[in-house]
C-alpha cells in the first residue's frame, strides 16, 4: 500500500478562484502534484488515464487564466476531465470515480457548476459552447465558452458543422484542439511557440486590423487578394488553412505541456478582439507516467493499478468476454467467405476488431469516429454485393440512426449490425448503457433483432448474420465475460423468428430476451420450489417475434412475464401488441412485462445496476407472485 502523494501547492487550491491567485512561477509545481494526484487516483479506482494525464497543463492554464465558471469550460470527450476535476472542489470525492454514489468518470451538469455541458460521447463540443456564447451575447452577459476537443473527436462531422456555423459567436468562443498522438501537427518546438504567440498578441492583432481597415478601402480585387495573403502567410507559417476557411482565427501548433507557452497565448486569445479562435495544442497521451507513455493504448482505461510498478489488476480467470467471442466468430466467418469484412468507428480494440484487421487488414475499416459515414458506408457495400459487419456499441449506435432508417432499413440493404455494451454497463453510467437498441430498431420495417443469451448464442448468431442477405439484421450481446457455456464447434443458422424452449413447465412462462436468461432459469428453480411449474423460453428474436410459441405458451400457462435488458417500448410492448391484437387475454391470461425502468441509471456495479433495475431472480419471482395475486379484473385478491 503506498502513501499519498505530497502535494503542498494542490493542498492549497480547493477552486480556480484559488488557483488564480497563485504566481505564474507556481504552476508548474502545481502541475506536477496535480498529474501525481490524478495517477494515485485512477491508480486505486480505475479508469480512464492517458487521456487525463495529457491534458495536466493545460488544465492548470485554462483554470488560471479564464474566469471559470462564468466561462464555460467543455471537455470533449469528458473522461479527459479528471485533472479538472480535481481542481474544481472535487478533490475530496475523487477516489470515488466510476462507483455506485461517486462521481462520474465524465462531465457531468449534476455534478457541479463548473460541468457547464455533459459529455461522455465525443464531438459535441463546439456546438454547446457556440449554444453558450450566443446565448451570452443575447443577454449581454460577458462569459466566454471553452471548448476542449481532442483530435480523435475531430473525425466526426459535427464538429465541422458546428465550426461552420461559429462565425456569429465573435470572440466569445475558444476552440482548443488537443492534437495529443501528432495525427495533425508538424514538430513542435520554440520558433513554433513564438510564431503562436506573436500572432495572438494584442500588438499583431492591432496591426491585421489597421490592415484590414485599409484593404477595405481598396477596390473589391484588391481586398480580396490582401485578405488572401494574410491567411496564405499565416498559413504557411503555422498551418490551420482549413479551419480559417471554416471561419476561425488559428494559432499553433503549441506545446500542451510548456506552461510558458500556453498561459501567454490563452491570455492573449482571450483578451483579444477578434472573432472565434482555434488554438492548437500538442499534448502527449500518458504524459508525466511512464507506463502509459510506451503504452497509450493500454492506459487509456485502465483497471486498478500499481502506480510504482504500473501492473493492472488482472481479472480473475473465467469465461471468454463476449466481445472476444464475436471477434473470433467474426475470423471464422470471414475464412468461410471473402465477401464478410468488418467496419469500426473508432474503436477497434473495444469491439475486438483489431484482432479481426490483423488478418484480414484489406476488409478492416476504422472510420474514426464517424458513426453515421460508417452506416451509410456499411450500406454502401451491402448494395455492392459485400457482407458488411457494423460493429459498434449500442449507445453509439443511437448517433447513427438517421442513416439506419433512410440508407439501411428503407432500402432493405443486408447490414449487419454487432451491438456491442447492450444493456447496463456499469462504472460507465447512463450515457454508455445499452438501453434502447432494441426498441429502436424493432420498430423498423424489414429488420431482424437477435439477443444473445450465452456466448454459444452469439456465436450461432453471427453466423445467422453472415448467412442472412434478406435485409438488415442485427445481433446485441452485453459488456463482460460469458457465463460459461462450452463454445460450438460448428456453428449453426438460426431460423429466422424462433426461439425456443430450455426448461417446461405448465403454470408459469417465462420469456426471456438475452442475458437475463440465466436469472430467469434461477426464478424458475424458486418457483418450482413453491409449486410454481415453470416454462421458461428463450425467444432469440425481438423481431419477428416467434408468434407461434407465444401462442402456444399463452394459451398453456396461467401467468406470461417478459423479460429483457433494455427499456420499454422492446420486448414486452412488441408481445403486448401481439397478444392484444389476437386477443389472447380474453380468458384470463395474466401478462406482466420486466424490462429496465424509464429513467437514467448512474454508474455502479452491473450487478448492483440490474438489482435496482428489479431485473434478478427475486424479481422475477415477486412479478410472478403478484401477477397470481390478482383476478382477472386487476383487483388484487387478499391473501388467505
Excluded at 491567485?21 to 479506482?45: C, F, H, N, P, W
Excluded at 483554470?63 to 472535487?90: C, E, M, S
Excluded at 406482466?592 to 428489479?614: C, E, G, I, N, V
Aim: proline share 5%.
Amino acid at each position: 500500500m503506498t502513501s499519498l502523494p505530497q502535494t503542498p501547492l494542490l493542498d492549497s487550491v480547493a477552486t480556480p478562484q484559488d488557483l488564480r491567485r497563485l504566481e505564474r512561477k507556481d504552476l508548474r509545481q502545481l502541475a506536477d502534484e496535480l498529474r501525481a494526484e490524478m495517477i494515485d487516483a485512477v491508480g486505486s479506482t480505475g479508469g480512464h488515464l492517458g487521456s487525463g494525464l495529457g491534458v495536466v497543463e493545460l488544465t492548470v492554464a485554462v483554470h488560471y487564466v479564464f474566469n471559470t465558471p462564468a466561462d464555460r469550460l467543455i471537455w470533449d470527450v469528458g473522461h479527459q476531465a479528471y485533472p479538472h476535476k480535481i481542481l474544481t472542489g472535487r478533490r475530496d470525492r475523487i477516489r470515488t470515480l466510476r462507483q455506485g454514489g461517486g462521481l462520474s468518470g465524465f462531465t457531468k451538469r449534476s455534478e457541479s457548476e463548473y460541468d457547464p455541458f455533459g459529455a461522455a460521447h465525443s464531438s459535441t463540443s463546439i456546438s454547446a459552447g457556440l449554444g453558450f456564447a450566443i446565448a451570452n451575447k443575447l443577454v449581454g452577459e460577458p462569459g466566454k465558452a471553452i471548448a476542449v476537443i481532442g483530435d480523435g473527436a475531430m473525425s466526426a462531422g459535427m464538429a465541422y458543422e458546428a465550426m461552420n456555423n461559429a462565425e456569429a459567436a465573435g470572440n466569445r468562443l475558444v476552440v482548443i484542439l488537443n492534437d495529443n498522438d501528432m495525427s495533425i501537427a508538424p514538430p513542435v518546438g520554440g520558433l513554433s511557440g513564438y510564431l503562436a504567440r506573436l500572432v495572438s498578441s494584442a500588438e499583431f492583432l492591432g496591426l491585421r486590423e489597421l490592415a484590414r481597415r485599409f484593404a477595405r478601402k481598396l477596390p473589391e480585387p484588391l481586398h480580396r487578394a490582401a485578405k488572401k495573403t494574410d491567411e496564405y502567410a499565416r498559413g504557411m507559417a503555422m498551418g490551420g488553412t482549413l479551419f480559417e476557411e471554416l471561419g476561425f482565427y488559428y494559432v499553433g501548433p503549441i506545446d500542451g505541456h510548456d506552461l510558458d507557452q500556453l498561459v501567454p497565448v490563452l491570455e492573449n486569445v482571450r483578451d483579444a478582439a477578434e472573432g472565434p479562435c482555434l488554438i492548437h495544442v500538442v499534448t502527449q497521451k500518458g504524459k508525466g507516467y511512464a507506463p502509459a507513455e510506451n503504452s497509450a493504448d493500454k492506459y487509456h482505461g485502465v483497471q486498478k493499478f500499481d502506480v510504482v510498478t504500473g501492473e493492472q489488476t488482472k481479472s480473475a480467470g473465467g469465461p471468454p468476454s463476449y466481445t472476444s467471442v464475436f471477434a473470433k466468430a467474426l475470423i471464422e466467418e470471414a475464412a468461410r467467405d471473402s465477401r464478410v469484412c468488418a467496419i469500426t468507428a473508432a474503436m477497434p480494440s473495444g469491439t475486438g476488431l483489431d484482432k479481426f484487421e490483423s488478418l484480414y487488414p484489406e476488409r478492416s475499416f476504422d472510420v474514426g469516429i464517424a458513426e453515421q459515414h460508417a452506416v451509410t458506408f456499411a450500406a454502401g457495400l451491402a448494395a455492392q454485393g459485400m457482407r458488411p459487419f457494423c460493429a459498434i456499441y449500442s449507445t453509439f449506435l443511437q448517433r447513427a440512426y438517421d442513416q439506419v432508417v433512410h440508407d439501411v432499413a428503407i432500402q432493405n440493404l443486408p447490414v449487419r449490425f454487432a451491438i456491442d455494451r447492450a444493456g447496463l454497463v456499469g462504472a460507465d453510467g447512463a450515457t454508455h448503457a445499452g438501453s434502447f437498441d432494441v426498441t429502436y430498431l424493432a420498430t423498423l420495417p424489414n429488420f431482424v433483432v437477435m439477443a444473445a443469451a450465452d456466448e454459444a448464442e452469439l456465436v450461432h448468431m453471427v453466423h445467422t448474420a453472415a448467412l442472412y442477405d434478406e435485409g438488415p439484421i442485427a445481433f446485441r450481446y452485453p459488456r463482460g465475460n460469458g457465463v460459461g457455456v462450452p463454445l460450438p464447434e460448428v456453428p449453426e443458422a438460426l431460423p429466422i423468428g424462433k426461439g425456443r424452449v430450455v426448461r417446461h413447465g405448465s403454470k408459469v412462462a417465462l420469456l426471456s430476451l438475452g442475458t437475463r436468461l440465466a436469472e430467469a432459469l434461477k426464478a424458475a428453480d424458486q418457483l418450482d420450489a413453491k409449486g410454481l411449474s415453470t416454462t421458461v423460453a428463450d425467444l432469440r428474436f425481438a423481431k419477428p417475434l416467434d408468434s407461434e410459441l407465444i401462442r402456444k405458451l399463452m394459451a398453456t400457462h396461467e401467468v406470461v412475464v417478459t423479460i429483457e435488458e433494455g427499456s420499454i417500448g422492446g420486448l414486452g410492448a412488441h408481445v403486448l401488441t401481439l397478444a392484444s391484437d389476437e386477443g389472447l387475454t380474453d380468458a384470463g391470461l395474466k401478462i406482466r412485462t420486466m424490462r429496465l425502468p424509464d429513467l437514467f441509471q448512474d454508474h455502479d456495479s452491473p450487478d448492483k445496476q440490474y438489482d435496482d433495475a428489479r431485473l434478478n431472480a427475486p424479481h422475477i419471482v415477486e412479478t410472478v407472485l403478484s401477477a397470481l395475486r390478482h383476478n382477472s379484473s386487476g383487483v388484487e385478491e387478499a391473501r388467505a
